[in-house]
């Protein structure tokens, strides 16, 4: 038996989500059928973690155990046709057996784009949360440094979570601003890319992190706040939920 790690890269807009739903759709069972057809095994594929329905991957690791004999070099040309096209999968390597995707894990990075122009682009728009209004951007950085460092998220977590613990460790958190597309001489700022990283993130908790933080921006909420609403540990306390389009798995580290 061999343990094949892969790389997928996904366009999330149709799928119900990374992991296997009673609905189907989603991206786990596009792989698995990819597998059967190619290999006529039945196998469970475990991924790095789960993205949300409409949410994108960048690089989403995933591992399965095989009894193919095909060469590793052939396994991603040979998927991918036998995939959707918004599914790619990038890399593929043979680990140990007892490498796991997920428990594996050290690091894993989200980023969150916000198109803050007044008008939205065309071409990034599944892809992007259009928000043309004003945004303080220095306060909106300034409200990330209180989520840094290992907290309660609870705040920041869907009221559906079933985690027993929803303590995790926040080790990078910044924006950076890309204005190359910014009319000048016009309200335009750009686009704005969050990046998150830590060791585990909760179900919905970095799409909970851009709605309060776009309050924050819209000058609703002062940055401190943030701090207050780490440590009521009610998700009462923190903002809206913001759409999942704008949001990206990034990418996975291990050891």
């Excluded at 995933?62 to 046709?81: D, G, Q, Y």
């Excluded at 490498?99 to 990075?109: D, L, N, P």
């Excluded at 209004?133 to 998220?153: C, F, P, R």
């Excluded at 969050?194 to 970095?206: A, P």
Aim: proline letters at 4%; charged letters at 20%.
């Amino acid at each position: 038996m061999r343990n094949l790690l892969m790389t997928v890269c996904y366009d999330g807009s149709n799928y119900y989500g990374f992991q296997t739903q009673p609905g189907g759709n989603t991206i786990q069972d596009c792989l698995e059928a990819a597998i059967r057809n190619l290999t006529g095994e039945a196998v469970k594929i475990h991924g790095s973690g789960r993205t949300d329905a409409g949410v994108h991957a960048r690089q989403q690791p995933f591992h399965f155990i095989t009894s193919s004999k095909i060469p590793v070099e052939r396994w991603c040309l040979a998927l991918n046709m036998r995939l959707p096209a918004d599914i790619r999968v990038t890399s593929a390597e043979e680990v140990d057996l007892e490498f796991h995707a997920r428990r594996s894990a050290k690091r894993k990075t989200y980023r969150y784009a916000i198109n803050a122009n007044r008008v939205p682009d065309v071409f990034q728009r599944s892809y992007q949360l259009h928000h043309p209004g004003k945004l303080d951007v220095t306060a909106m950085q300034q409200g990330l440094t209180y989520l840094i460092g290992t907290h309660d998220y609870t705040s920041f977590a869907s009221r559906h979570s079933t985690k027993a613990s929803h303590v995790r460790t926040v080790d990078e958190a910044r924006i950076e601003l890309d204005t190359s597309l910014a009319i000048p001489g016009t309200r335009d700022q750009g686009v704005i890319h969050l990046y998150i990283s830590g060791n585990g993130f909760l179900q919905h908790m970095v799409r909970i992190i851009v709605g309060t933080l776009l309050e924050v921006g819209q000058g609703k909420r002062p940055p401190g706040q943030m701090k207050q609403i780490l440590e009521a540990k009610d998700r009462k306390a923190a903002g809206p939920t913001a759409e999942s389009k704008g949001l990206m798995l990034w990418s996975v580290e291990y050891e």
